[in-house]
């Protein structure tokens, strides 16, 4: 069982940065492939960003690439996302997510096996 409880949002105005932080109990973190999805009422939960145990490879969706960037701490059980230049499409609540992967280089999250309960982020114009 893991459990990952969120922190890190809140209110930015566009162009601003924010560090989103995914803290993970249990002792198989390093077991799971980690990352971060996003939802806004009436829509579906969708990927953001995904990263393999290590942490040696890295997934984006494609309208976050160059702005925003996964990373994690194994020792600390920890999981970041770093967001850069942020539009105000970028409001929603961002949920941490870890998918079990036999494979240490996939940063494929399909499926996911435990969720945060999500951090609103909101980006103002």
């Known amino acids: 069982q893991v459990q990952l409880v969120e922190s890190g949002g809140g209110l930015v105005q566009v162009g601003g940065s924010l560090r989103l932080s995914c803290a993970a109990s249990?002792?198989?973190?390093?077991?799971?492939?980690m990352g971060w999805f996003r939802q806004v009422p009436g829509k579906e939960r969708e990927f953001v960003a995904g990263i393999s145990r290590s942490g040696g490879n890295t997934d984006y969706a494609v309208f976050v690439k160059g702005r925003f960037t996964i990373s994690r701490d194994n020792a600390k059980n920890m999981v970041y996302l770093q967001m850069n230049s942020l539009k105000p499409e970028d409001t929603a609540v961002y949920y941490c997510?870890?998918?079990?992967?036999?494979?240490?280089?996939?940063?494929?999250?399909?499926?996911?096996?435990?969720w945060g309960q999500g951090t609103q982020v909101t980006v103002s114009s």
């Open positions: 997510a870890a998918s079990f992967r036999v494979v240490e280089s996939s940063a494929t999250l399909n499926p996911v096996n435990f």
């Open positions: 249990g002792r198989t973190f390093s077991r799971y492939a």
